[in-house]
């Protein structure tokens, strides 16, 4: 079987390294190369791996001009922002260049893994479904450093394979995503409400209503169960 290869860039060299010896004992991935300087890691890059994960902040350049040259690249692989630096706007523009996922650090080991594993997973490195996910939460203010994010997105792909399920939201839904992530189903529905809330207090539901060409929400919030329904009925209008 082929490992999947990757490139590490953190501001901190020994970080760097640790985060590649960490994924590498896994032995399903292969450190292509790791660094705290941006400008060697474009050059690492130019290996085409299937995962990069890098800081903001790093030596000659820094993240966001990463992403910047794998954006022109038209790089096919997997980004994860892994930074101490954080904030929505910054979250939204790293996203915007590409990024699939954003992390915040500190982050455990297990943790970390647990996150690359499942940006690659079934080795589909460019999941159209994840890419038009991404898009729309950050579109309506959901920034991919919160877990509600993440919970959404998956209650999200898993009603567009097996839509009955949002019937059962609290007996059903919550439990398969809680199973996923290792949490209680409770830990689920209050983060997948909290991002709910996030995007409405910023007033961008908005955009979900012209998503759809027509006012879905006029005045109350919408319940976790109707925001992941009109989801995933615009993925399946969509026909992904």
Same mark, same amino acid.
């Given at each position: 079987m082929k490992k999947i290869t990757a490139v590490i860039l953190q501001n901190d060299f020994d970080n760097a390294?640790? &985060?590649a010896g960490y994924l590498e004992k896994s032995g399903e991935i292969e450190i292509l190369g790791f660094s705290n300087d941006g400008k060697l890691g474009i050059e690492i890059c130019e290996r085409l791996p299937d995962l990069v994960i890098t800081?903001?902040?790093l030596k000659s350049l820094d993240g966001m001009e990463v992403l910047s040259y794998l954006k022109e690249k038209n790089f096919k692989g997997k980004i994860l922002v892994l930074s101490s630096v954080s904030g929505d706007a910054l979250v939204s523009k790293a996203c915007k260049m590409g990024a699939?996922?954003?992390? &915040?650090?500190p982050v455990s080991e297990s943790l970390l893994t647990k996150r690359v594993h499942q940006l690659l997973e079934k080795n589909d490195l460019k999941n159209p479904i994840d890419d038009k996910l991404s898009r729309i939460f950050i579109s309506v203010g959901i920034p991919p450093h919160i877990k509600g994010y993440a919970f959404l997105r998956e209650?999200?792909?898993?009603?567009?394979?097996?839509?009955?399920i949002i019937n059962n939201i609290t007996k059903k839904l919550y439990p398969m995503i809680s199973e996923r992530f290792d949490t209680t189903p409770s830990k689920v529905e209050r983060a997948i409400r909290h991002a709910i809330e996030v995007s409405w207090?910023?007033?961008? &539901?908005?955009t979900i209503n012209n998503l759809f060409g027509v006012s879905?929400?006029?005045?109350?919030?919408?319940t976790n169960g109707e925001f992941i329904a009109l989801i995933a009925d615009k993925m399946l209008l969509d026909g992904m």
């Open positions: 390294k640790e &985060i800081d903001l902040v699939d996922y954003f992390m &915040i650090k209650g999200v792909k898993m009603v567009v394979n097996e839509p009955e207090a910023k007033g961008r &539901i908005d879905v929400f006029m005045g109350e919030k919408p």
